[in-house]
């Protein structure tokens, strides 16, 4: 008897993808969990992880960011919400859109006042010499 479909397994399955380099494969696999299971816990970090699967290939930040978009769109109360927004800035600094980068980080920073995100914008935002 074949066991049920489980989105801890697809996203197992997807994160050890992920964990090894194969991004693409991990995309994909990160893609079924929240196509099949959209309203788990694991979909909304499968999401994040699309993103940062786009991330970790470096010349692929303009795809990440719409990605992290979704996060925050789809998935509000997810705890990676904070983190999607500092990617995003992350990335737009990786593309040399200050503009948008600082703004992300600000918006962190505001929202977010008191978490470990809100401490790295702080520290990015100094970075770009936005802050002393």
């Given at each position: 008897?074949?066991?049920?479909?489980s989105p801890a397994r697809?996203?197992?399955a997807a994160w050890n993808d992920y964990m090894g380099g194969r991004y693409d494969i991990a995309v994909?696999?990160?893609r079924d969990v929240v196509q099949k299971f959209p309203n788990t816990p694991d979909a909304g970090r499968a999401q994040f992880y699309i993103g940062e699967a786009?991330?970790?290939?470096?010349n692929k930040c303009q795809q990440a960011i719409p990605e992290y978009q979704?996060?925050?769109?789809?998935?509000?109360?997810?705890?990676?919400?904070?983190?999607?927004?500092?990617?995003?800035?992350?990335?737009?600094?990786d593309?040399?859109?200050?503009?948008?980068?600082?703004?992300?980080?600000?918006?962190?920073r505001?929202?977010?006042?008191?978490?470990?995100?809100?401490?790295?914008?702080?520290?990015?935002?100094?970075g770009?010499?936005?802050?002393r």
């Open positions: 008897v074949p066991l049920p479909e697809y996203y197992t994909e696999g990160f786009y991330y970790q290939q470096r979704k996060v925050i769109d789809l998935y509000r109360e997810s705890e990676l919400v904070p983190d999607a927004y500092l990617m995003q800035g992350v990335c737009y600094q593309l040399n859109q200050t503009a948008n980068a600082r703004r992300m980080f600000e918006l962190v505001d929202r977010y006042p008191n978490s470990t995100q809100a401490t790295q914008a702080t520290q990015k935002l100094r770009m010499g936005v802050l």
